[in-house]
C-alpha cells in the first residue's frame, strides 16, 4: 500500500513565515497552503512582498522565521538548486535567458537541472552524455512545440521579441519537468492578445498536471485561470479566497483603490 497521504498532503505549505530586510518587515507571518493539480494567485499592490515570497519559497534567500515545506519536506536549510531538484521550478519577474544562446539551448539548459550527467559535461558532449543529450533535445522541442514557438528554436533569445522570451522562460522552468512551477508575473509587458495567450498556457500546464503558484498584477488573467487567491498588503496576508469572493472582498477593494488596478 502506498504510504503517502498525496491526496491530502499540500504541495506546499507556508506557516508563519516571516522576512526582515534590516528594519523592513517585507514577509509577516504569511501561511497559506497549495494544493497539488491547482493554479493558486499571490497578488497585492506594488512592494507587498510577492516577489520575495517567491525567493523564500524557491530558497533564493532565507526566511527569518517560519516553516515552508515542499512536497513534505522543510526546505530551510536547502539551496535553491536542491529545491529545484526537489521539483520546484520558477520564472522571474525580470527576465533571466541566456544571452547568446538560442531558444532552443536556453530550453536545454533549464533541462539539464534534473538529468544525471549534468550541463556541464553535457556542453563537453562527453560520449556517454550522447544519448541524453538527444533526450533532453527532443523533449525541449517539444516543449517549444507545446508554446507554439517551436519556429523560434534556433534563433538567439536576446533578438527575440519581449513575448516570445517569456514563452522561452517559460519553456525552460517546465523543461526541469517541475511539480510545482513559480511563475512571477508572467504578463508583464505583454499585449492582451498575448496576455490571453499566457493564460491559456498557465491553464494548459495545470492540465498537464503541474501545479502553479502565480504572482501577477493582471487582475482579469488572475481571475480567469485561479483556481484561489491569496492577497498580501504590506507583507501581510489580507485574504485567501476563491477568485469571485476575492473580488467583492471589501478589504481588498480598500487596499487597490488608488491603485491604477481595479480587482
Ligand atoms: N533584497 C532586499 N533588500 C531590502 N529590501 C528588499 C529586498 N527585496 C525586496 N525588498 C523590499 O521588500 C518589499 C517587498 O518587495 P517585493 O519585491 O517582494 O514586492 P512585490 O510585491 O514583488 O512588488 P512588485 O509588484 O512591484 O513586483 C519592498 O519594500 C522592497 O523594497
Ligand atoms: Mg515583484
Redesign the pocket.
Known sequence: MNTRTSQQEPMLLLEKVN?Q??G?Q??NNVGFTVQPGCIKA?I????????????LIAGN?PVSSGTIIFQGQEIRGKKSHEIARMGMSRTF?NIKLFHGMTALECVMVGRHTRSCAGFLAGMLSLPWTWQEERAIRSRSMELLEMLEIADLAGTEVSSLAFGQQRAVEMARALAAEPDLLLL??PAAGLNIYETAEVARLITAIRDMGITVLL?E?DMSLVMDVSDEIVV?SF?SKVAEDIPANIQKNAEVIKIYLGEDETV
Do not use: R, W
Open positions: 522576512k530586510f534590516g523592513l517585507a514577509i499571490v497585492g499592490p506594488n512592494g507587498a512582498g510577492k516577489t520575495t515570497l517567491f525567493n534567500i519577474q512571477d508575473e504572482v498584477h498580501l507583507g
